[in-house]
């Protein structure tokens, strides 16, 4: 599978000219993706009246559809995998506009919940795991940029949506909403259409095959071929953990980066979102009235759709690039304390304050989520990291708000629960800037060692010249993106290495500046 | 002998005097005027009689203490000027002393109701359920209310008859429509609410939906996604010959280690 990538060499990721068509339909994939379900809840007072059923029921359908688009991770990653992104998001959205549609038909609450919350969830997982991959596939020396222009698409389409929505409802009801819905929802077809895979239809070809062929013994996967059969294993009866590990890179988990990266996410989800929940009644509760505290959110909004892009740029430059993650977590943090500062804010430009801080550190950490993941693990794993993240992250996601809003009632004061968010990601903030300097260290370390070893390499292999022809090694290890340095981190921290030579020819395989 | 009759007498009439007194104690307050009927502005006056220790009054409407009226001056006349009657300030007044125990009278505010809708403009769906609802507070509440269909007649709607159902409580009103049909039940209604003094109206607009209203815009989304995934897939074949490796390109590695990457790969690869 990998190795047909040594056969193609001196091509890799364009960064640009078709690049940015794909960033276009990510936007528009991502865009639905992350606004759909909250811009889902302007129809909901509608649908309560007419099924008769309480706040909490309704509110059901919402956080179906996003459990379902975070634990799809996983299978949309497989599919990925295995058949491309193109196929997989033209998939995703025919689901859901067929589940939209399937939905305005709904005679029940519980159809509603199965339409609208697993169905539309799915493909919306299809929709989201797939754009994020192919950015990667794309792009290397401007991916920042490319994840943060396509992540803007989540509030840019939240902006449109909400107003959309309350429209389609005043004019069609919700019955005829859904329907148009739907059909916008096809128009990630189109988004996925122009997913044109690289080289015409060979999914992750640059990349070599999951690092689990040293555990299973070589056993190729998709070609039945095992090439030293195990004992009383036959071609057909791998074990389950096998065939997981073919379409899903299980192996993720003994990557340090990888483990950095989750925990830190995890322990940050827990109090991202729930701000943004509670501003408006928070604002309220302050004594502003409903315009005020709704333009806090434009405000929030407006400003994320620019930080997002922005970020993107920031982190593109040489400085910051090398040092991604430095920045991920100083967002982190920063997000944290912004929310520690909010109950000291006081009346409507207090607030305003608060909410383009929290807009800015909001956009930063949303551009730099993915580009993080993508710059420890590399783009040929990306796909199947992604999907793990997210199912992992499902549930801190789902949670977070809910505790929110139980400390809420306990306390009966909004500070409290501005402290607890605060706290937590100030924390996450600042374990993942500890373990990733720690992380850096490790990888720098490794990476002097491996050039010692090339250098040593060259000496003995060729005369003269020598030293030029290393310091341009060295200067290409520099320039390369940091993605491989963590690369080759990987080699040195897995228990079973492949030898020497294999390493260097899935490096070579890799470089894309050959 | 005749001196106890007269003590007798004396004690009678010392009775008699105490039993007046004591008569007398009673409070009585003099409302005027003792309803207001069809005006445009009253002046409400409580006189109080029988003058126990007063510690103050105040005045209330339909049973909800009016803020400013409250006086703490001793007093046994109050009153309150209503300046413009009108649906908000028409209710039943009550003047309160607060003696021991509390004396109070009631004077009538009373006009012609006044009648609105709850929402001027009603949406709903083909076959689906409309309802119509008409709200009043005024004082005396609309005894008798009357719903209408206007068009080209003025028809009445009577309770029961085809889909319609007329469901009214005190200060509100509802009609209720199963089954709307959006020739025969889209257009204007009209609520009114009557009472002994007069009667007062509002219109309603009920908008039908068609089931198949949506369809249109559908269909026109569905069949631009389609031109657009034909467009792409069809420009993409066309490029395929003229391109090895489309989306991808030979990497511009800088010339002066173009060289030196090409050593290095081969070293690499040894």
Redesign the interface.
Known sequence: MGVAGASAPGYGPLDGGWGWVVVFGAFISIGFSYAFPKALTIYFKEIQRHFSVSYSQIAWVSSIMLAVMYAGGPISSVLVNRYGSRPVVITGGVMCGVSMVAASFASNITHLYMCVGIIGGLGLSFNLQPSLTIIGKYFQVKRPIANGLAMAGSPVFLCTLAPLNQFLLDRFGWRGGFVILGAMLFNCCVAGALMRPLRGGAPAVPCKPPPTRARTQEAVCGDGVIERPRGRESLCRRSCAENMSCFLDLSLFHHRGFIIYLTGNMLMFFGFFAPMIFLAPYAKHRGLDEYSAASLLSALAIVDMVARPGTGLLANTKLVRRRIQYLFSFAVAYNGVCHLLCPLASGYWGLVAYALCYGVVYGMVCALLFECLMDLVGPCRFSSAVGLVTVLECCPVLVGPPIAGAMLDMFGDYSYMFYMCGAVMLTAGLFLFTMNYYNYQQLDQAKRSQDKGTELGERTGQHGGQHGSSQADDKIVEEQAPSLEQESGTFRVKAETEDNTMQQQQKTEFNPKD | MEVNMRLMWGFIALLFCFHQAAASAVAKIQADPSSVINQTSALLSCNLTGVPPVKGSYWSRNGKLLEKSKSDAISDYTSYHIPKIDSHSAGLYTCVFMTNPEVEENIEVKMAPHVSAYKHSE???ENDKASLVCVSHSYPLPTDWKWYKLGDVKTAIVNGTKNYMIRSTDNSSTLYIENLDINADMGDYECAGENELGRHADKIHLRV?SRL???W??L???AE?II??TI??IY?KRR?PDEV???????K?NAA?NH??????Q????
């Open positions: 949406n709903s769906n939906r209203a949506a369809l815009p559908f026109g989304i569905v996604v657009l995934v792409i897939f993409e395929k490796n489309d989306g991808s390109a030979p990497l590695s280690t030196k990457d090409k050593n290095v790969r070293r690499n690869s040894n």
